[in-house]
């Protein structure tokens, strides 16, 4: 299950990151001064690779989604509401803000899980949704595993044990990646619904006029 969410955020992510990088270099960046043009080109590809990223969401919703009839997903929320529980009885203030937010996204997951499994819904409904429901899942679980990561780095760190910069850094990022990215997870819960009828609303004659 983790295979799609993994390849396409990863992929998805450094094509962004690295336009952005050209973006900083402004007129530098599209020229080969810097080299941001080469990241930015070499980063382009990796969604094609190893399965597109539209691949990988057909196989994660029109599939995994499926077997032992949503079997997977429920095992991954209850572990999500149990991290949320743990962020509640915790002192710091910013995981209990973390895990609400994870709350939201996971909510909505829960909620487009329901929808996609619904036998009302139709192949091209759920083939619609797929690559929203894929960027859903990689923002909530990855989210969800840097939050429980942080957890653990809170209890090293209490320990006196490790590293301490490198503990607090997990924590920071947990943080940060909570207050920006669960919303829009949480958001993609309307395109999923949509279901396919909107994709058709246009004819040929519509979008080759």
């Known amino acids: 299950m983790l295979t799609p969410l993994a390849k396409s955020y990863g992929s998805q992510t450094g094509v962004q990151i690295a336009s952005m990088g050209v973006q900083v270099h402004g007129g530098m960046g599209y020229i080969e001064e810097t080299g941001a ?34 079997l997977l997903f429920e095992e991954i929320l209850d572990e999500i509401k149990a991290c949320i529980a743990g962020c509640q009885q915790n002192k710091d203030e910013r995981l209990q803000q973390a895990g609400k937010n994870l709350s939201l996204a996971a909510d909505a997951m829960e909620q487009a899980v329901s929808w996609l499994l619904d036998p009302a819904q139709s192949k091209q409904d759920v083939l619609s949704a797929a690559n929203a429901f894929q960027d859903m899942c990689a923002i909530t679980i990855g989210g969800f595993y840097l939050i429980k990561g942080a957890l653990a780095a809170q209890e090293m760190l209490k320990r006196g044990a490790g590293d301490k910069a490198y503990y607090q850094g997990r924590v920071d990022l947990a943080v940060i990646f909570a207050s920006s990215d669960f919303a829009l997870a949480a958001a993609r819960i309307s395109e999923i619904r949509a279901g396919a009828d909107c994709l058709y609303a246009l004819g040929a004659e519509e979008l080759n006029p």
Do not use: C, V, W
């Open 37 to 70: 043009a080469q990241h930015f080109r070499d980063a382009r590809i990796t969604p094609i690779y190893e399965g597109t990223n539209g691949i990988q969401a057909i196989d994660l919703a029109g599939r995994k989604l499926s077997m032992q009839d949503g």
